[in-house]
């Protein structure tokens, strides 16, 4: 069974130092940051920075979160708030991800499909 995220707000650092606040959310599954705004936060695996998330499809044609490229907040500086040019990622869309996240990594384990 899945294990949700701490509850609490916790501090990210950057890798330039610069932290911010945010809540983890999600479980085993599927994770992210949620900024104290709602802006959904993910780390960008090539740099190690944490940017805000946008959705974009994958080569099956689901939508997977991934980072956009415009980091939360960097030398010190930082709005904390999802740029205009970004649409914010929906709690649906995120919850749509982590049922298939999920639902592939029980099929992997061969475990039976619970009921919801």
Known sequence: MAVPAAPHMMSFEQPDGSQFQGFLKGDEYFSWIQTENQEVVVQNPTNGFFEFGKLSKNSEGFSELVPSGTRVVERGF???RLPSYL???SRSALGQIWKRKR???LKEM???RLKE
């Open 78 to 80: 930082g709005s904390r």
């Open 110 to 112: 061969k475990i039976p």
């Open 103 to 105: 639902q592939k990594r």
């Open 87 to 89: 649409e914010p990622v």
